[in-house]
């Protein structure tokens, strides 16, 4: 019962903010009934700039699984980077973090249950193991799975019924005896986030954190 009401709910949050976010590994949401949750979901309302600005937030906050503290204190830290617009710094970091990475090598149908593989300790980075979801991969890292990660039923699932069709560019991956080993090429690029947001809808959310 608990699995259905959570795969109720994925649907629901996609539905409302009228995207699908491959994060949550739910896919269809949309196709059924593209509007939102509801008895009132097929009425078209205005919506307040502030709400408009907040689904795009929000769009971040689910995909990747963060709590909004969490999302806050990453702007935050992206801010500080001069090099590039900082919501593109954003996406980046986001798309280095090691649970989003394993989600992104098709090693599990969702980012929670990308951190469900990191927190029990099947996950290693060049060699060591990271049971910190938010650990960040770079360019060179190697990632790979114990050997009870790549037997387990998050990893079995993903195989089977992918939530991504390929891998991003970033990434490359091959076969390494009963398992695989991946490595991050190249930093990831703003778009290579899996689905469409406004970038200038959340910048101008963050406008006031610093």
Same mark, same amino acid.
């Given at each position: ?99 989003? /990475?394993?989600?992104? &090598? ?9 951190? @469900? !593989? +990191? #927190? ?64 991050? /090429?190249?930093?990831? &690029? ?9 970038? @200038? !809808? +959340? #910048? ?7």
């Amino acid at each position: 019962m608990a699995k259905i009401t959570m795969g109720r709910a994925r649907f629901k949050i996609q539905r409302r903010l009228g995207v699908e976010l491959p994060g949550l590994g739910k896919a269809g949401s949309l196709e059924r009934k593209p509007y939102g949750p509801g008895q009132h979901g097929m009425k078209r309302k205005k919506l307040s700039d502030y709400t408009i600005r907040l689904m795009e937030k929000q769009k971040l906050m689910f995909h990747y699984g963060l709590r909004e503290t969490q999302l806050s204190n990453q702007v935050s830290k992206a801010k500080k980077d001069r090099t590039r617009a900082w919501v593109d710094t954003l996406v980046i970091n986001l798309e280095c973090r090691i649970d989003n /990475v394993i989600f992104r &090598l098709n090693w599990a149908p969702s980012i929670l249950a990308a951190r @469900q !593989l +990191v #927190t029990h300790g099947h996950v290693f980075i060049n060699g060591k193991k990271v049971d910190v979801p938010n650990a960040t991969v770079y360019v060179g890292d190697e990632i790979t799975l114990t050997a009870k990660g790549f037997k387990s039923g998050n990893y079995l699932q993903a195989q089977t019924r992918p939530r991504l069709s390929a891998i991003p560019a970033y990434l490359t991956k091959e076969k390494k005896g009963e398992g695989e080993v991946a490595k991050m /090429v190249s930093a990831p &690029l703003a778009e290579d986030v899996p689905f469409t947001f406004e970038k @200038q !809808l +959340v #910048t101008e959310f963050y406008w006031k954190v610093k």
